[in-house]
């Protein structure tokens, strides 16, 4: 399939987006650095011209466990979801990025929170259905493969939301799946 740059033109967009949902699959899940992988994703969208006037702030806690999860899956759910902030807020804002552990010390929480225009309950209803958009060249798809992604690795994805009270994306991931945790010091 000859897609050359799936971040330019709108058909180029709806090609990529039905091909990420029509590939939705297992996660292949291995022993992963969460922080790593996040880290990875801002510095993917820092310096991108639809990011200039994005301020992010990072609130990471550096010793988290370490997750077993599928690297690429789970960066697509990040990317999706800053990707969406900075489109919220239509290039300029605050988005506050979090990961700490889990009150129970038995999960990792990464919050994504915006300062955009929020959203009402409607719309918070049919967010995580497919093909839902309230953009005029959106896909609808980024939501619900990336809940799609999130279930698979047995984890939670919340939102909570007030029109002009920005958005805020919360993912809950298990730290426990079967290996090892955090390494001895
Ligand atoms: N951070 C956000 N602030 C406000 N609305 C949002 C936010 N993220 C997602 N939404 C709403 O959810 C809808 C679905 O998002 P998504 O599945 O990523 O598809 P798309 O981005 O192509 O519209 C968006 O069209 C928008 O209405
Ligand atoms: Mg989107």
Known sequence: ????????????????????????????????????????????????????????????????????????????????????????????????????????GLTVVIMFRDNGPGMDEDTMRKIFDPFFTTKEMGTGLGLSISLGIIVNHGGELEVESKPGGGACFTITLAANSGAGGRAAA
């Open 1 to 104: 399939m000859a897609v050359r740059d799936p971040r330019d033109g709108a058909v180029q967009k709806i090609i990529k987006g039905l091909l990420d949902f029509a590939r939705q699959s297992e996660p292949e899940k291995r022993e992963n650095d969460v922080l790593e992988i996040l880290k990875k994703t801002i510095a993917l969208v820092e310096n991108h011209k639809d990011f200039r006037e994005i301020e992010i702030i990072e609130d990471f806690d550096p010793n988290l466990p370490r997750l077993m999860l599928d690297r690429d899956q789970i960066q697509q759910v990040f990317m999706n979801l800053i990707v969406n902030a900075e489109e919220a807020m239509n290039g300029s804002g605050t988005l506050y990025v979090r990961a700490k552990p889990g009150p129970d």
